[in-house]
């Protein structure tokens, strides 16, 4: 089993950063990249960034593209989510997930929460 554990998340005034982390632990032998996700109140949860472990190639959600960095440190199994320029909008629970493989993501965090105040 993998046990994922979000954290850094918060209030902040917009135009605000944060930096989220989200530190994975047990089976992590295998990973072929994790992301972050986030879900609003009375919305479905949505993809914000990914990143391959082995080759750090990212990717974004249009709706965060140019604000937020999405990282890894493989020494320490850990990804992390820089969000700089944050608006009102970006309100949200965010989650970390984790994929072994291809086939999607298998593991989640149980989320950090912020909150974007305008």
């Known amino acids: 089993q993998v046990q994922l554990v979000e954290s850094g998340g918060g209030l902040v005034q917009a135009g605000g950063s944060l930096r989220l982390s989200c530190a994975a632990s047990g089976r992590t032998f295998s990973i072929y990249q994790m992301g972050w996700f986030r879900q609003a109140p009375g919305k479905e949860r949505e993809f914000v960034a990914r990143?391959?472990?082995?080759?750090?190639?990212?990717y974004y959600a249009n709706s965060v593209k140019g604000r937020f960095t999405i990282s890894r440190d493989n020494t320490k199994n850990t990804v992390y989510l820089q969000m700089n320029s944050l608006k009102p909008e970006d309100t949200a629970l965010y989650f970390c997930a984790l994929a072994p493989g291809t086939s999607g993501y298998d593991y989640w965090g149980q989320g950090t929460q912020v909150t974007v105040s305008s």
């Open positions: 990143i391959t472990w082995s080759g750090g190639s990212t």
